[in-house]
């Protein structure tokens, strides 16, 4: 069972423009939620996180909104950059879990 | 290095062989993790090590699967009997504390690609 989705399998974006990638969970006992950020051929890194008790969680040019009645988040990425191109995975985690979705594939155009 | 080390990077083999996935975690991680990536797929857990203690091996897909971290550093993956579906990205990642959820960030590996002929 997918309890993480992300149902946009890619994006695309010229650069300085805004990047919005989404997130839908189901389980409500999920209560922090976190972007990671991966490259071809290397392990996920972690980028932002947000705590249930929020709304919003802003680092830089990063932005990421949680919605808990709609048990919905996104990612914004203000202004894209062409190095932020890469696949990004919402994860949510519980208090003895963590549960990844599939995944989007950013691409920045210069 | 600093980060979470994995080798081989990349491991081919044939059906029916066993293979054995090494992780070399953060330096005083006390939590880590292994996950299997599917092409096109986010990271399914597999199990979680407290230290020297597997707590939870609830995702390993059979018993073909087992895991190790016998001195609560470094830890092994070994999948015997290997079936073409095996076929993956196992990922390995660390975290600093015992809390396995509530948030806590995981350092991820650069993961092994493991092809099964």
């Known amino acids: 069972d997918q309890q993480v989705k992300q149902n946009s399998p890619s994006l695309s974006v010229q650069e300085g423009r805004i990047s919005i990638l989404n997130c839908d969970y189901t389980?409500?006992?999920?209560?922090?939620f976190l972007w990671y950020k991966k490259y071809p051929a290397e392990g996920p890194t972690f980028l932002i996180s947000?705590?249930?008790?929020?709304d919003k969680n802003e680092d830089g040019r990063f932005t990421v909104f949680l919605n808990k009645s709609a048990k919905h988040l996104s990612l914004h990425i203000v202004p894209s950059q062409p190095g932020d191109s890469a696949v990004y995975f919402c994860?949510?985690?519980?208090?003895?879990?963590?549960?990844f979705g599939a995944g989007t594939r950013l691409t920045v155009k210069p | 290095g600093a980060g979470v080390s994995q080798s081989p990077r990349y491991k081919v083999a044939k059906r029916g062989q066993d293979v054995a996935l090494r992780c070399d975690p953060i330096?005083?991680?006390?939590?880590l993790f292994w996950y299997q990536q599917a092409l096109g797929q986010g990271p399914e857990f597999l199990t979680y090590?407290?230290?020297?203690?597997?707590?939870?091996k609830s995702g390993l897909p059979s018993d073909r699967f087992f895991a190790e971290r016998p001195e609560g550093s470094v830890s092994t993956l070994k999948i015997q009997r290997t079936q073409q579906e095996d076929s993956a990205v196992y990922l390995c990642?660390?975290?600093?504390?015992?809390?396995?959820?509530?948030?806590?960030?995981?350092?991820f590996g650069d993961g092994t690609r493991l092809s099964i002929l």
């Open positions: 990642a660390s975290s600093l504390g015992p809390i396995r959820g509530r948030g806590q960030p995981q350092h």
């Open positions: 389980n409500s006992m999920f209560d922090y």
């Open positions: 947000i705590s249930s008790i929020k």
């Open positions: 994860a949510a985690s519980g208090p003895n879990d963590m549960r």
């Open positions: 330096s005083g991680h006390v939590s």
């Open positions: 090590f407290q230290n020297e203690a597997q707590l939870d």
